[in-house]
Each structure stands twice: as C-alpha cells, then as structure tokens.
C-alpha cells in the first residue's frame, strides 16, 4: 500500500520556515573570523532537513540550491573555511532566497530564475574560492585517517530505523540514493521483525539493512546522509579495510573496531513529542464554544438567585466556566519571539545600509500575546524600529562627537502589565526635536501659530498623517506615512501608542495592547433603555459634574473642567439617537475616556457594573458601524453593543463639524 505523502507537505512547508528562522538567527550571531561550532551545526542541520524534506516532496529545485548552501555550511563546522562578514551576509541572502522558492512552491507561483541563478552563482564562487589561511580537506588519495575510520576502502553500514519513521515523512530510499552518489552501494534487507500479514501496519517500517559502500569515502559523508534522523534509528557504521591493513588491525566485527567507529545511536522509540500541531480554525472553533458556555452560565446565574443549592452549583459552575475558558485561550497564545524574531535581521540590514553600528537587545520575547493581534501588531512594530534606526540612531562619528559610543543601541521589551501587554521600542539617538516637529505641523496648518503646547501634545503630533520632519525622502522614511497608521494599527486591537523623547538622549514608543480580541473586560453603562459596553482599558474615571465646570467653546461644542484640563463632552444618546432619561448633563454621569493621546467624556445615565464580555464581530456577521467595535450577549440574553472609543471621537468630530457647516 502506496502512502500519500503529500499529505505531509503542509507540515514540511511550516517545518522549513522555521529552520530558515534559525539558520537566520544562527548567522547573525556569527562573527568574523571565530564561530560557535554548535551555532553552524543548528544552521546545517536546519539546512540539511530543507534539502532533504525538498527532495522527498520532489521540489528539486530547492534541493539543489540547498546542496550548495549546505556545503559551504559544512566546510565552516569542519574548520576548513573561515567565517567572514561577507559569507555571512551572502549566506543571509541565500536564506531570503530559500524562503521566496518555498513561498512560491507553496503558493504554486512561478520562481525566479533569474534570482536563484544569480545567487547559486555567487555561492558557488565562493565554494570554488580557497579561503586564506583555512586548512585543506582531506583529498581522495589522502588514506592517513583511515586507521581512525575517517577514510577507509569501504563501509559497511547496519540501519534500523524504528518503525514510525515513514510517519516524519522521511523515505529509507531517499537516503540509499544519497549514498549511491558517494559510491558503489550493495543492499541487504533483513525483514525478521515484519509481523504476519494481520499484524501488519502499511504505516510503519519494520525493515533493517545491511549497506557495503565501497569506495575510498570521507566517515563524515556517510554521517551526514543519516544527520537528519539520527535520533529515529539504530545506525552503525564501520570501515572496511584491505587485506594489508588487516594484518596490523583488529577484525571489523571486534569489540576495538566497533568501538572506535559505531555511529551515535538514537533514542528510545517510545519517546513522544511534547506538542501537535493543530489548524487555527479548530482552535477558533473551541473558542467559540466556550464563548457560548460563558454566556449560558450567566444567563443560569440571573434566573438561579432564587435558589440556594442551584446558586451554589452555579456558582461551581461559573469557577470551571472560567478556567475551563481561561486555558481554552491559551490555546491561542504564542510568544512575542514569533513577532521579535524578524527584527534582528532587519537591524542588521539597514544598519549595513544607512552605514550606522546598531545593536538590538531584546528582552520579554516569551510573553505570550493572542494569535490575532501578533499578526496585527507586526507591520507597526517594523514601523516603530525602522524609524528608530533612521530617525533616532545618529551615524558613529555624530555619536563620538557628542561623547557617545560609536555604536548605537535599540532596545525592543515585552512584559505583562495590568492585564495588558506592553511593548517598548527604545533608543540612546539623538531625541526628538520638538521645535522642528511644532514647526513643521504649522507649516502644514495643523496647529494654529499662537496655540501653546505642551511637550507630550507637541510629540504627539508625530502621529498625524502627513506629518514627517525627514529632510530627504527615502526608501526608509520621509513619506509622512507610517506612524498615523501605526496609531490607527494599535486602536483598531483595542490598544494605543504613546511617545517620550529627551534631545540628545533617545526615544521611547510604549505599545499597549490587549492580551487577546476574543473576550474582554469591560464596564457596562446604561444610555435610556440601552445597555452599552466600554473597554475597561480605555476608561480613565468616571465623575459626576457640577454646573460651574461646564464650559462651551465655539467650534468644539461642550467641555468640562477637570483638574485643570477641558475635555470635550460626547453625548451618546445623541451619537445613537435614542433617548435618554436625563438630557441635563448634571444629573447623568461622564466616563472619562482615553482615546489617540486625548481625554474625552462620554455622557450617560448610568453604570451597571464590570464584567469580562466574549467579543461577536459586527462587520462579520452584519456590517461595520461606525462607533461600535463589535456586540455580546448579557446574562440576561439582551444583546450589548462594545464601543469602539477612538472612532466614536472621530464619529462626534465628524457630526459637529456637520453641524457647523449647516448653521454656517
């Protein structure tokens, strides 16, 4: 019975991404002229599992740009070649150029000849060129090795693989293919331990073989075919000498030859992995599930009151309802590294660019972040490093000149803080110069020339669109695009951005994001007969105001004073045209928002209470409106809309300006 192994293929495609990720972090971690021996066996091993997963899976042409890559690999583990600056960064583009044959074999596009030519090319180049001062590989003729096993006239192979081994998608003819390109191979099987025809799985092997390669062959060849599955078999190799070396040595089969040359042995069959891999829609699937239990259960919880023994087993209820959806979420959390990982790569890149020396530290890469906002929080974050690297690091003779060290140091933190994630990017450049920014905000008549400002408001200013204080446009920056749409990128998770900045001494941008979208805590506030939710991390406070703090301002409509600060009044029932049970302002309550850097008071009768809301998408099962963020379903079934507070500011800018544009 055939197996179907391109049933494997999604895994051997999600499996090779990842080892371009660590054949990437490996090679930035490299050094000129020294190398960490186990850091360029992790990059050739992940480099010989994508050459021979390819091969398996019939992508040859990756198989064969892999060959060379893996050679070169192969002559830095073996001291033969010299890491320099230059491998590296051609190593680093063979690696890009890995990842876009995979993207293009997985998403059935055309590959770019020209492209791989032309880097298969250089790498060969480089494989052809002797490196100064690096010893010389064993010739074919060279035999002085041969009494320690490295070379011999032939080898004589025993493999047994254990029996799930078909099932990691690995071929035993693949490798019997592999060998026969180093010499003449002879193959023995040995089927004592197939099972009778009842007994027998198609999925498992229970075949061993006995291999004689004859030929004069470096051990580390052979070594290497198995490097790859070395932990999923018994694997012993031993050399085979000539008649005139037979007389000084011992026997092959003797306890001193074996010994000197048994290949390592893997490990116990038994062994399992620690995790599966499970797709994002059966997760998504769970989730939802328990979404609806969390809604049962508080729906029970306001029809039990009544009932003492009921109350008691709700309340049981409620305590599994919650753990049970607590562990259920973290099924969807994956560390901030999937994110943090692809920026060492791009310091390296545009520090090699701009002409800079920059050094990333990161810290936090474990803290945990849900699915959906890791892959929404991507874009921005590149965002926030590049400008950093263009904008905030100074060039090394600028940093000496002010009495700084040459290179200059980006710090990229992740860490838990109030049931939220925080992020920070920051760096020891040369600040942010808050007159430039004032006066390029003028300019553009975003501010008025006689309005004062105060720092925060003036650096706040960074995020308006259009705005941009680089003197020459580039392909990094001075566009006036990027950082509105990183504000607009954070809100739209439910989170925000903020910015400090000291003249000659750096820059700091603070992320603050959710932990996940699928369920939040908020505070529900009642407008007329309608029940609304806001996100607890946009509330500041809630007040109840006086008459003297009211104030009218033209062109901005209602403020009040708090703490020495006018904020503007939005009145929900106005934003949703419903009506209310107090329309005097004094008789209701503000909810004191945070919304893009600004404080803003939302106008209702009253609060309800605080409870954590499993989030339904409007766009998804309706449409988008302006001003919500999504809905949830109450304990008592009615149905609460989630605001979405920084477009329902922009949505009252929108209607005041409307009315003021009527009245004009």
């Not at 230059?86 to 990842?99: A, I, T, W």
């Not at 060998?179 to 498992?204: H, I, W």
């Not at 107090?582 to 605080?610: R, S, W």
Request: charged share 25%; aromatic share 4%.
């Amino acid at each position: 019975m055939a197996i179907d192994i391109s049933q494997f293929l999604q895994t051997f495609y999600e499996e090779s991404f990842e080892g371009l990720d660590i054949m990437e972090s490996g090679l930035l971690s490299l050094d000129s002229g020294s190398a960490d021996s186990e850091v360029i066996n992790d990059i050739f091993r992940a480099a010989h599992s994508i050459k021979g997963g390819s091969g398996t899976f019939g992508l040859n042409a990756v198989a064969n740009f892999t060959h060379i890559l893996e050679s070169l690999l192969d002559e830095m583990r073996d001291g033969r070649r010299q890491v320099t600056k230059e491998g590296v960064n051609l190593l680093l583009e063979s690696v890009d150029c890995l990842r876009e044959m995979l993207t293009a074999a997985k998403e059935n596009q055309e590959l770019d000849t020209q492209r791989i030519a032309d880097v298969h090319g250089r790498l060969e180049a480089m494989w052809g060129k002797s490196e100064e001062g690096a010893s010389t590989p064993v010739t074919a003729t060279d035999n002085s090795n041969t009494s320690t096993g490295q070379n011999a006239d032939g080898w004589t192979i025993k493999f047994s693989p254990f029996p799930y081994i078909l099932k990691t998608g690995n071929e035993p003819a693949r490798m019997f293919k592999e060998l026969r390109e180093l010499g003449e191979l002879t193959v023995a099987v040995n089927t004592d331990k197939v099972p009778d025809f009842p007994e027998l799985d198609p999925d498992e092997c229970f075949l061993a073989w006995t291999l004689t390669l004859d030929g004069n062959i470096e051990r580390a060849a052979i070594e290497d075919v198995f490097s790859w599955i070395e932990e999923d078999c018994d694997l012993e190799i031993t050399p085979i000498v000539s008649r005139s070396e037979s007389d000084n040595q011992p026997a092959a089969n003797t306890p001193a030859a074996t010994g000197a040359a048994t290949a390592r042995t893997g490990g116990s069959s038994s062994s399992e992995s620690a995790s599966i891999r499970v797709g994002i829609d059966k997760v998504d699937s769970v989730i939802n599930l328990v979404g609806e239990l969390v809604i049962t259960q508080s729906m029970l919880s306001t029809t039990g009151s009544a009932y003492p023994m009921l109350q008691a087993g709700l309340a049981q209820l409620e305590r599994n309802t919650r753990e049970l959806q607590e562990q259920v979420m973290r099924m969807r959390m994956l560390p901030v590294s999937f994110v943090f990982n692809r920026f060492p790569r791009l310091v390296h890149d545009i520090s090699e660019k701009l002409g800079k020396k920059i050094e990333l530290k990161m810290s936090g890469e474990q803290t945990e972040l849900d699915k959906t906002v890791i892959e929404k929080v991507t874009d921005p974050l590149v965002h926030l490093i590049r400008n950093s690297l263009d904008h905030g690091i100074e060039m090394p003779e600028d940093r000496l000149a002010a009495g700084k060290p040459e290179t200059g140091t980006v710090w990229l933190d992740a860490y838990h803080k109030g049931g939220n994630i925080i992020i920070e990017v920051r760096d020891d450049g040369k600040g942010i110069d808050k007159a430039v920014i004032l006066e390029k905000a003028i300019e553009r008549g975003l501010v008025d020339a006689n309005t004062h400002l105060e720092d925060n408001q003036i650096l706040d200013l960074i995020f308006q669109p259009g705005l941009s204080t680089a003197k020459e446009v580039s392909d990094l920056s001075g566009r006036g695009v990027g950082m509105d749409v990183v504000r607009r990128n954070m809100e739209s998770l439910g989170g925000n951005v903020e910015i400090r900045s000291t003249m000659g001494e750096g820059s700091t941008l603070t992320v603050r994001l959710p932990l996940t979208l699928a369920i939040l805590d908020g505070q529900t506030i009642e407008v007329g007969n309608e029940n609304y939710i806001v996100p607890l991390i946009s509330i500041i406070e809630s007040t109840q105001i006086k008459p003297e703090m009211l104030n009218y301002v033209a062109g901005k409509g209602e403020t009040f004073m708090l703490r020495d600060e006018y904020i503007p009044v939005i009145r929900l029932h106005e934003i949703f045209e419903s009506k209310p049970r107090h329309t005097d302002i004094t008789k209701g309550l503000l909810v004191v928002v945070e919304a893009e850097g600004k404080k803003t008071g939302l106008f209702v009768d009253d609060l309800l209470g605080q409870q954590q809301v499993v989030i339904k998408s409007l766009e998804t099962n309706y449409k988008k409106v302006d001003g919500v963020s999504g809905a949830t379903i109450l304990g008592d079934g009615s149905i609460a809309l989630i605001l979405d507070v920084p477009g329902l500011v922009r949505l009252s800018q929108e209607n005041r300006t409307d009315r003021l544009k009527l009245s004009a």
